[in-house]
């Protein structure tokens, strides 16, 4: 048995033995393939080999220096594969290798090329901690410096910050500058105290750059250390200097607790700059933190006379921040020069700065053509209501292309302070703009517009657009939804509405949704009589619908309907049962009544009392098929499938004085079960009758 396990176990590490050979071999002949003559089988080496991970590595790196500048871009693209997938978490020890034997090829006898392109691929693997001494030895090769300092800027691990510190004693003043614009971007805690030190080099570069490398600190003790530095620039060195400063105080102003430092120090530069991109800069910085108390500086500034800097002051006063900071704004408005407060007008529109709208209406009467044009443009964007109606003045009474403006822009207005959510603002901006309306077309998307945001102000003029027919459709829609509003203020008044509607000869629909309208609006409505639904029936069902020859099978013994008596239906005996709905469209819900079935009929009757005899309608909305009986006359037939809708079949027929007798057969497929009947003239109105309510 042992000598058995032990053959065995012989035999698998033979076989490990010769797959790990095997695996080898072939990471050699792709290796192999990158610097062969076959194409195909190259690009197949360069997809294949990164899959290699670390362990390709020792054979790709030499051929970085390759000879061949195809072979050598390919090794290089493939080493970068390999750093990236070891660089990515839970690869660190695949990182520390490869980051090892990277370094390792940087030694006295690496050909140029090599250094080159290991210092590309460097920032890519090393990690954080990882000795860099390799690189930094080159900081002090005149050939290579350059390079190791970019190669180090883009690792910014800590040791890469370090190394480049350590270099700066031995370095030349040029060189200095470079390491301490490197450093100053790693933002490293270590490196802070010896760039102080440097504030006081003799070079004034070296100062500059090492003020720009301190800057990111936002330590309020060197405020006048940069301070002295920017004082003591050379015309050469001022912009790197400055602008270290300001930076220096961005970020002591961000840190907190030094806010009146800061002020200071915009203050200071502002009034020393060298350089109107200087100024402009310390302008910013009061505008981005400053509050009402710079609005003088910056004021001073804009009145300084330099053209260059009218744009940059009306940046900074209407990015002010705090309502005291545009009272403040606001205040000195009137002391800047003319194209100053068309530029604060302009801005103030465009970001509908309400604290600015009283001023905006002065300036519309102003007297001054390019200030009421700020003015009128910005009103415009203002989407308010309060900068609507001086809108509608200037569209009354402007010169002809303020008219053509305002009115436009009116127009636009309007449905924005709707979505705004200003429903009341919008209707009445409709209302207005209507007043304006020149032509068929614009009234109409008025009235479209009261109809989306009804006000109760609005119903004088809907009702006259009722009595014109180009506007009758939209003001039908629009009268619906404005008597709703009115009839929280004048219920009778609301009611007229419905007057209105039906002399216009407005669709069932409009009548309908009147109704319905007034109706949740507190307002009582006789549907009957407006719409005349039957809303009192005797109902009774089921009955079996075999084939299509039930349709024609008297079950209840119609025409001749006793709805006191029983009907026997199968071995059942059925009893007419009172109906009375109270829904708005007089809808019978026959599930509810009859009961859920398929393949069955119910019957429906009805009497009603007219005080005249007259021609008239019977609509009906039926699901699903139906057959209308009138005075005992089949009128109607229908058989179909569907669901119920208002008014889908119209039977024509003649009423007699006093009381006529409806029977409707309502057939059900399967679903919902229902149906609706009104009496109604030709024009949809609904004729006037007494409905006799069944017997209980």
Known sequence: MFLALKRHWSFMAFALLLASTSVAEDMRQLVADISGPDMTKRIRARQLLPREGVEALPMLLPMLSHEDQGIRYTARNVIADILNTAAAPGHEADQLVASRLLLDEIGPDAQHEQIRQVLRLVPIVVPEGFDVGPVAALLANDDWKEKARECLQETGTRNACVAMVAAIPDAEDDFKVALLNAIGKLEEPESVDP???????????????????????????????????????????????????????????LNGGNWNLAMSVYRAVLEAAPSGIIQAGAV????????????????????????????????????????????????????????????????WGQRKEMAALDLMKEELNSGVPALRDASLNALASMESMQAFAPLVEVARNGSVEEKEFALASVKKMAGPLGNAGNAQAAGLAFMQLYDLAEDDALRNTCLQGLARYPVAQAYDLVKAAMEQPALKDAAANAIVSVAGALAAEDKDRAKEAIDVVRSANASPEVLVQLAQRLQGAGVPVDFANLLGFVRSWYVIGPFDWKDEADWDRAFVNEPKVD????????????????????????????????????????????????????????????????????????????????????????????????????LVKISQGGGGWNFNLRVAQANGAGVEFTQVAPKP
């Open 563 to 662: 709805a006191t008596t029983a009907v026997s239906s199968g071995d059942q005996s059925l009893q007419w049962k009172t109906v009375n709905t109270s829904d708005p469209l007089g809808m019978i819900n026959l599930i509810g009544e009859v009961g859920q079935y398929d393949r069955k009929f119910a019957y429906a009757y009805a009497e009603i009392d007219v005080p005249e005899e007259t021609d008239a309608q019977l609509r009906l909305g039926s699901d699903d098929g139906n057959k209308v009986w009138l005075n005992g006359e089949v009128v109607w037939e229908n058989r179909v499938d569907r669901g119920a809708a208002l008014d889908q079949d119209i039977a024509d027929v003649h009423l007699v004085k006093g009381v006529n007798r409806v």
């Open 195 to 253: 760039l102080k030190a440097l504030a006081s080099h003799s070079n004034p570069a070296v100062r500059a750059a090492a003020a720009m490398a301190l800057s990111w600190t936002g330590d309020p003790k060197l405020a006048p250390v940069l301070q002295d530095i920017a004082a003591k620039s050379t015309p050469e060195t001022q912009f790197v200097a400055y602008d270290a400063l300001l930076r220096l105080t961005d970020n002591i102003a």
């Open 284 to 347: 910013m910085g009061l505008a981005r933190y400053g509050d009402a108390t710079v609005v003088d500086a910056i004021v001073a500034t804009a009145k300084s006379g330099d053209p260059h800097m009218a744009d940059t002051c009306v940046q900074a006063l209407t990015s002010l921040q705090g309502h005291e900071a545009k009272l403040a704004v606001l205040d000195a408005y009137p002391s800047l020069a003319e194209s100053m407060r068309v530029a604060l007008i302009s801005v």
